[in-house]
């Protein structure tokens, strides 16, 4: 079985602060991590992932997450945020099962 | 490349209707998904079909049902609504270990 907690519900930030979206999983077997964004009425997007490799991946526009297997965490960070950054960002996890699991996602909050 | 699309956008329905909600994939992706997004619950996958069969389903009662066609599109059907079945339904599309999402079909059911 494999399970994702996103740690917080709500991460409230002023622009150009540095964030950090906490996500920790569980699984048996060897994973393959990701994480999604969703802007307002918008599917998701692949923002990130981690398949094996370096433990740190980045994005295209300034994101990046590290991948610790001792803590099972794959936290997202990004040394400043801007007005855009705003929206719900889901972490998701994928083991031995063709099915990825998804935690409850964290929405990002960037107050001017 | 065109992405995975969805149709309707929205869909409004009372209770005990009957919705269908389509997708189709990106071109050469064999396998489609399906998710329920309810507010404050995160993404509930629903169903899997890969080359035309169903190959998982979520917890979710058979009312929820779909079928994937020879071109790899893909169908969900929801029988007998419920208010509770308001939500954002998503579809993906896979090839490898990457999914694909469409915008989503907005259900309201009243």
């Known amino acids: 079985a494999q399970s994702v907690t996103q740690l917080d519900s709500q991460v409230p930030v002023f622009e150009e602060a540095p964030v950090e979206l906490r996500c920790n999983y569980s699984s048996s077997v060897s994973v393959y991590l990701f994480w999604y964004v969703q802007y307002p009425n918008q599917g998701l997007q692949l923002l990130l992932k981690?398949?094996?490799?370096?433990?740190l991946v980045e994005s295209i526009n300034g994101f990046e997450a590290e991948f610790n297997k001792s803590q099972t965490s794959f936290h997202l960070r990004k040394p400043s945020v801007h007005i855009s950054d705003t929206a719900e960002y889901f972490c998701?996890?994928?083991?031995?099962?063709?099915?990825?699991?998804f935690g409850r996602g964290t929405s990002l909050i960037v107050h001017p | 490349e065109a992405g995975v699309t969805q149709s309707p956008t929205h869909l409004i329905k009372t209770r005990g209707q009957q919705a269908t909600l389509r997708c189709s994939p990106i071109?050469?992706?064999?396998?489609v998904y399906w998710y329920q997004q309810a507010l404050g619950l995160g993404l509930q996958f629903l169903l899997w079909?890969?080359?035309?069969?169903?190959?998982n389903r979520g917890n979710f009662p058979p009312r929820f049902s779909g079928r994937q066609f020879p071109n790899y599109s893909s169908e969900l059907n929801v029988n007998a609504l419920e208010l509770e079945d308001s939500a954002l339904y998503l579809c993906?599309?896979?090839?490898?270990?990457?999914?694909?999402f469409g915008p989503g079909t907005r259900l309201t059911v009243t």
């Open positions: 993906a599309s896979s090839l490898r270990d990457e999914q694909y």
């Open positions: 079909y890969d080359e035309g069969e169903e190959r």
């Open positions: 071109s050469g992706h064999t396998s």
């Open positions: 981690y398949l094996s490799g370096s433990t």
């Open positions: 998701a996890v994928k083991g031995g099962s063709y099915i990825p699991t």
